[in-house]
Nanobody, 123 residues
């Protein structure tokens, strides 16, 4: 499985941005797709995850109520809609996938990773 994240950019605080993650290879319904982020000098942080088959979402506390994760099963794509962005959301955002561990907020439980896409939120 290969993943490619896209959609990052520069946005003003309060604005919105949608990230996309394209997965190549066979994504089974047992998979979980996740988004993580890493700001300079900080550890990688869980943002959101979604079960591929049932589309059950799971959010990190910092983004609950502002971000929405979704997926298009037939297109092998996952999305992260980010609203009400704050400066502290600035980070490189990574999409990740795993086939066996279920919904998880721990980055070391995801086997597949895409390259990151930079999101910069300005004041």
């Amino acid at each position: 499985v290969q993943l490619q994240a896209s959609g990052g950019g520069l946005v003003q605080a309060g604005g919105s941005l949608r990230l996309s993650c394209t997965a190549s290879g066979r994504i089974l319904s047992s998979y979980v797709m996740g988004w993580f982020r890493q700001a300079p000098g900080k550890e990688r942080e869980f943002v959101a995850a979604i079960s591929w088959g049932a589309a059950v979402p799971y959010y990190g506390d910092a983004v609950k109520g502002r971000f929405t994760i979704s997926r298009e099963y037939a297109k092998n794509m996952a999305y992260l809609q980010m609203n009400s962005l704050k400066e502290e959301d600035t980070a490189v955002y990574y999409c990740a996938a795993d086939a066996t561990r279920g919904l998880s907020k721990w980055y070391d439980e995801y086997e597949y990773w895409g390259q990151g896409t930079l999101v910069t939120v300005s004041s």
